[in-house]
């Protein structure tokens, strides 16, 4: 069974980095691209760093320049580094991995809490 576990989330204070991981199991990792999609109190939940499995990375505009996605495949795992972050990118971020480019993500991960004080 595909699982997707994230964390490193927490309390932040506005302007400070912030590092996240993403562990995989249950289907073969390098194979899949991976996304992040936070979801802000209120809102849907919206894609602002993907990673194909050849390593290539996209950022939503709001985020590129602070945001930075990354992948490890000896350890099926997968990182988003936040640098400066603003008050927007509280939220819950979770783990997604994505079958084809274009489509829907197909795994979820159980997401973890990040708040960002001022």
């Known amino acids: 069974q595909a699982r997707l576990v994230e964390s490193g989330g927490g309390l932040v204070q506005a302007g400070d980095s912030l590092s996240l991981s993403c562990v995989a199991s249950g289907f073969t990792f390098r194979q899949w691209n991976m996304g992040w999609f936070p979801q802000a109190p209120g809102k849907e939940r919206d894609a602002v760093a993907w990673i194909n499995a050849n390593g290539n990375a996209e950022y939503a505009d709001s985020v590129k320049g602070r945001f930075k996605i990354s992948r490890n495949n000896s350890n099926n795992t997968m990182f988003l580094h936040v640098d400066n972050i603003k008050p927007d990118g509280a939220g819950t971020y979770f783990c997604?991995?994505?079958?084809?480019?274009?489509?829907?993500?197909?795994?979820w991960g159980q997401g973890t809490q990040v708040t960002v004080s001022l």
């Open positions: 997604v991995g994505i079958a084809h480019m274009q489509e829907a993500p197909t795994i």
